[in-house]
């Protein structure tokens, strides 16, 4: 018994890092000015881990508020990365914002 509720525990804290992980990436993107990108590793960074690349990518994809512009995230490359809306429309976008020409 001590060990399931041990278990328990360790999840919902896991959950709870988790969600305040993608708290704070909705956090950073939200406040990416129009015309201005921010790559997938930097958002990680600013939200408080730098190894989360992916992690990241994988909150983004899951957005669907339009107060959380995820469309100005992209690669380090300088690839455009995902947009669960399409990559035309993310190139649309960010070209109508005078982020890329």
């Known amino acids: 018994?001590?060990?399931?509720?041990?278990?328990?525990?360790k999840t919902a804290k896991a959950k709870a890092a988790a969600s305040s992980?993608?708290?704070?990436?909705?956090?950073?993107?939200?406040?990416?000015?129009k015309g201005?990108?921010?790559?997938?590793?930097e958002v990680a960074r600013r939200a408080g881990n730098a190894k989360a690349v992916r992690a990241v990518?994988?909150?983004?994809?899951k957005n669907f508020d339009p107060k959380i512009p995820c469309h100005r995230v992209i690669r380090s490359d300088g690839g455009l990365g995902g947009y669960n809306r399409g990559l035309e429309k993310k190139l649309a976008?960010?070209?109508?914002?005078?982020?890329?020409?």
């Open 21 to 33: 992980f993608g708290d704070k990436v909705r956090e950073v993107v939200r406040k990416i000015p």
């Open 93 to 101: 976008i960010l070209k109508k914002e005078g982020a890329l020409r």
């Open 57 to 61: 990518g994988s909150i983004l994809a």
């Open 1 to 9: 018994m001590k060990k399931i509720i041990k278990q328990i525990a």
């Open 36 to 41: 201005k990108l921010l790559t997938y590793a």
